[in-house]
């Protein structure tokens, strides 16, 4: 997965520290479908997700990363759920832990594919057909999906 540039400069300073990162998760919906990529790294399906680069509102960071990954145009409609993600080490030893904060997106148009190199498959998959989604990636959808009207916080 490429590295951000803004991550690379940071972690030049303070070599496998642990970073605190901002994240969204961009949760598309066409109809009774949700967009879906398979990661490159883990093979996992998951809806797009992406770090917020500096200074960047986190509804259009959701909008790009969708485009970037997928060839998607969406727009995000509402903020679901602002939660933090456990600590994590990759496997260079970088450790980080990530704010996610997940959106609610309407599909506006575009074909979805692979389009940078960190998915190896895009597509439409049922809301009915997730079994092979991790129950904390199903959990985002689902729950935008049902579109609560307000967002979750975890407390």
Not at 84 to 106: H, K, S, W
């Amino acid at each position: 997965m490429p590295t951000p540039e803004f991550v690379l400069s940071l972690r030049a300073k303070i070599g496998t520290d642990p970073l605190w990162l901002s994240g969204v998760t961009a949760v598309v919906l066409r109809g009774d479908e949700v967009l879906l990529v398979r990661r490159a790294d883990n093979g996992h399906l998951t809806p797009v997700t992406g770090i917020i680069d500096p200074g960047e509102e986190p509804a259009v960071a959701a909008e790009r990363e969708v485009l970037e990954e997928a060839g998607v145009v969406a727009e995000a409609e509402s903020l679901v759920w602002v939660h933090t993600l456990p600590p994590m080490e990759y496997d260079n030893g970088d450790q980080a832990q990530y704010l996610d904060i997940v959106f609610r997106c309407r599909y506006v148009s575009g074909e979805p594919h692979p389009a940078d190199g960190e998915n190896s498959e895009a597509l439409w998959r049922r809301l009915d057909d997730l079994a092979d989604v991790s129950a904390e990636m199903r959990e985002r959808i689902l729950l935008a999906a049902s579109n609560p009207g307000a967002a979750r916080f975890e407390r």
